[in-house]
């Protein structure tokens, strides 16, 4: 049995998300408690790491006799830059520093082990909504009411603003005149992709996020070094924002979302995301994401050329085989795309979209 690959379009659902500290800590929040995207709902220090700095080396000595230049001894704080041995000299002295703040943790053999800090660790709830329950010493689940969207591809932490859709279709790409200050702190939305200058002018503008439809393959290191999630909902290329997407993001234009550019491909997938909370709003439970094969009357989305990012329904679904473009037989769907009619794409082609 074959199934189809999933991407969650929902204008109004139920949504909990864990949050989670990644070492034991202290949780901040209580069962019942409503929280803001930016509340503290956990927090922890988070191992140091270990540099072995070698002494002798620095001060040009036999191993044997570095312990006797050491001016911090074991268990003492430095601070970074600050003197771990010096050998004085006839016209300068030979000093090896920290090389950043820490505690001197062991020496010997001419080497010194310095454990680094770390700064306090927090996480935040993300999401406007409440807590629902709680994992003791690492966090919390929330659950608010809202409009979810998966993404594609990603890239970015996490990040919170008001939505602006800037293009008046989802074909039309997005240019950077269009950027102005006035859009500073939004997320940013646009119809087919964003060239480099756009990709710019929305760092210059300080934007919070980006969601486009596609995005050039040249531009996935630019992307990688933005200072806001962005998140593409079709893939690589030149392709449009399926119509469903598009529609519900305009729907919600000047709403606060919470965006998670995070994507992981591996075991215990993760999608990129755009969560935009209606706290107070009367939702249906979560849909659970359950294996779903083929079926006539599903609404799918078509991943690969020639109709790339169409969203149509399953109309039929012959039984054989049926030959395609490449001369092969494959199991296929005849899936109407409204005005461009009924078109036969392999199941392999096809990803539900759950709306």
């Given at each position: 049995?074959?199934?189809?690959?999933?991407t969650?379009?929902?204008?109004?659902?139920?949504?909990?998300?864990?949050?989670?500290?990644?070492?034991?800590?202290?949780?901040?929040?209580?069962?019942?408690?409503?929280?803001?995207?930016t509340?503290?709902?956990?927090?922890?220090?988070?191992?140091?790491?270990?540099?072995?700095?070698?002494?002798?080396?620095?001060?040009?000595?036999?191993?044997?006799?570095?312990?006797?230049y050491?001016?911090?001894?074991?268990?003492?704080?430095v601070?970074?830059?600050?003197?771990?041995?010096?050998?004085?000299?006839?016209?300068?002295?030979?000093?090896?520093?920290?090389?950043?703040?820490?505690?001197?943790?062991?020496?010997?053999?001419?080497?010194?082990?310095?454990?680094?800090?770390?700064?306090?660790?927090?996480?935040?709830?993300?999401?406007?909504?409440?807590?629902?329950?709680?994992?003791?010493?690492?966090?919390?689940?929330?659950?608010?009411?809202?409009?979810?969207?998966?993404?594609?591809?990603?890239?970015?932490?996490?990040?919170?603003?008001?939505?602006?859709?800037?293009t008046?279709?989802?074909?039309?790409?997005?240019?950077?005149?269009?950027?102005?200050?006035?859009?500073?702190?939004?997320?940013?939305?646009?119809?087919?992709?964003?060239?480099?200058?756009?990709?710019?002018?929305?760092?210059?503008?300080?934007?919070?996020?980006?969601?486009?439809?596609?995005?050039?393959?040249?531009?996935?290191?630019?992307?990688?070094?933005?200072?806001?999630?962005?998140?593409?909902t079709?893939?690589?290329?030149?392709?449009?924002?399926?119509?469903?997407?598009?529609?519900?993001?305009?729907?919600?234009?000047?709403?606060?979302?919470?965006?998670?550019?995070?994507?992981?491909?591996?075991?215990?997938?993760?999608?990129?995301?755009?969560?935009?909370?209606?706290?107070?709003?009367?939702a249906?439970?979560?849909q659970?994401?359950?294996?779903?094969?083929?079926?006539?009357?599903?609404?799918?989305?078509?991943?690969?050329?020639?109709?790339?990012?169409?969203?149509?329904?399953?109309?039929?679904?012959?039984?054989?085989?049926?030959?395609?473009?490449?001369?092969?037989?494959?199991?296929?769907?005849?899936?109407?795309?409204?005005?461009?009619?009924?078109?036969?794409?392999?199941?392999?082609?096809?990803?539900?979209?759950?709306?």
């Amino acid at each position: 049995m074959y199934y189809l690959p999933q991407t969650q379009v929902i204008s109004l659902t139920t949504i909990t998300r864990q949050r989670y500290l990644p070492v034991p800590g202290q949780v901040l929040v209580n069962v019942g408690d409503r929280v803001e995207p930016t509340t503290p709902v956990a927090r922890a220090i988070l191992p140091g790491e270990y540099r072995i700095l070698n002494v002798a080396s620095a001060l040009g000595v036999r191993e044997s006799d570095a312990d006797k230049y050491l001016v911090k001894k074991v268990g003492q704080q430095v601070k970074k830059g600050e003197r771990i041995a010096v050998r004085r000299g006839l016209f300068f002295p030979r000093v090896c520093r920290a090389p950043a703040d820490g505690f001197i943790a062991a020496s010997g053999g001419g080497r010194v082990l310095l454990e680094t800090l770390s700064p306090l660790y927090e996480v935040l709830a993300h999401l406007k909504g409440r807590v629902v329950s709680l994992r003791p010493n690492y966090g919390v689940v929330i659950e608010t009411e809202g409009a979810l969207v998966e993404g594609l591809w990603g890239t970015g932490g996490e990040s919170l603003g008001v939505i602006k859709v800037l293009t008046e279709s989802a074909d039309e790409p997005l240019d950077a005149e269009k950027l102005t200050t006035e859009f500073g702190g939004a997320v940013i939305v646009g119809g087919l992709t964003a060239d480099k200058a756009a990709l710019k002018q929305a760092v210059h503008i300080e934007a919070r996020g980006m969601v486009l439809g596609s995005l050039d393959a040249s531009l996935r290191a630019m992307a990688a070094n933005l200072p806001f999630p962005l998140i593409v909902t079709e893939g690589m290329g030149r392709i449009p924002m399926a119509g469903p997407i598009f529609d519900l993001l305009k729907e919600y234009d000047g709403s606060e979302a919470s965006l998670s550019g995070k994507t992981s491909t591996r075991w215990g997938v993760v999608r990129p995301e755009i969560i935009i909370p209606q706290v107070g709003k009367s939702a249906p439970p979560s849909q659970e994401r359950r294996l779903l094969p083929p079926d006539i009357g599903l609404t799918v989305r078509i991943i690969s050329q020639p109709y790339q990012g169409a969203v149509g329904v399953i109309t039929d679904l012959p039984y054989w085989p049926q030959e395609v473009d490449s001369g092969a037989r494959l199991k296929v769907a005849r899936v109407d795309l409204g005005d461009e009619g009924v078109v036969s794409v392999p199941l392999a082609n096809l990803e539900l979209l759950r709306m």
